[in-house]
């Protein structure tokens, strides 16, 4: 049973900072992609940032610079830590992992930035 359950989200205020994680089980964790994606309300869900198995990562433009993708293979957990945060990324985050036809979807954890 394969799934990956997201947690670290939270109230901040702007310009603070969280670390959101993303721990799965359940499947060889070292050989997904594991990408953060993010929805509010009448907006498209969005691709906040990505990395593949050996570490390569992509960000969104939105992102660049306050977003770091980073996995620990150990502890089957992936991060985003989201610096300098502004009220456009308040958002429910979802994890996503990834591997040829397998897919797993987190549940999502909510993200509020406002003072």
């Known amino acids: 049973q394969g799934q990956v359950v997201e947690s670290g989200g939270g109230l901040v205020q702007p310009g603070g900072s969280l670390r959101l994680s993303c721990a799965a089980s359940?499947?060889?964790?070292?050989?997904?992609?594991v990408d953060w994606y993010r929805q509010t309300p009448g907006k498209e869900r969005e691709l906040v940032a990505g990395i593949a198995e050996d570490g390569t990562s992509v960000y969104a433009d939105s992102v660049k610079g306050r977003g770091f993708i980073s996995r620990d293979n150990a502890k089957a957990t992936v991060y985003l830590q989201m610096n300098n945060l502004k009220p456009e990324d308040t958002a429910v985050y979802f994890c996503?992992?990834?591997?040829?036809?397998?897919?797993?979807w987190g549940q999502g954890t909510q993200v509020t930035v406002s003072s």
């Open positions: 996503h992992a990834r591997l040829k036809t397998l897919h797993y």
């Open positions: 359940g499947i060889t964790f070292s050989l997904y992609t």
